[in-house]
């Protein structure tokens, strides 16, 4: 089964939202299932990368302004990529995991 898990916490986030996505998606992906998880990219750029095996796509993204280490997502001009991503993956299912907004 193919699942896009859309999380406003991931990888590199060190808090329990951040590793119970991480968990969930790394069990996913051990038990068989293709796994793609959208998340805020660790930068200012759109960013793909592998992370213990799961398929990361950051979205462009800005530290919060009193949290720097937590970064988010202006939705601005982004629903574009997104959407090809998802559309391109075509996922059987779409898991929203989201902790803090």
Same mark, same amino acid.
């Given at each position: 089964?193919?699942?896009?898990?859309?999380?406003?916490?991931?990888?590199?986030?060190?808090?329990?939202?951040?590793?119970?996505?991480?968990?969930?998606?790394? &069990?996913?992906?051990?038990?068989?299932? !293709?796994?793609?998880?959208?998340?805020?990219?660790?930068?200012?750029?759109?960013?793909?990368?592998?992370?213990?095996?799961?398929?990361?796509?950051?979205?462009?993204?800005?530290?919060?302004?009193?949290?720097?280490?937590?970064?988010?997502?202006?939705?601005?001009?982004? &629903?574009? !990529?997104?959407?090809?991503?998802?559309?391109?993956?075509?996922?059987?299912?779409?898991?929203?995991? &989201?902790?803090?907004?």
């Amino acid at each position: 089964m193919k699942i896009a898990i859309i999380t406003d916490n991931y990888y590199p986030n060190v808090n329990g939202a951040s590793y119970f996505t991480q968990r969930l998606a790394e &069990s996913l992906l051990q038990r068989g299932h !293709e796994v793609l998880v959208i998340a805020p990219s660790r930068g200012r750029y759109h960013e793909e990368f592998l992370h213990n095996g799961v398929r990361v796509f950051g979205i462009r993204s800005m530290p919060v302004f009193n949290h720097p280490e937590f970064r988010i997502v202006i939705p601005i001009g982004v &629903s574009g !990529e997104v959407e090809m991503k998802i559309r391109a993956f075509a996922p059987d299912i779409v898991h929203l995991q &989201s902790h803090f907004m």
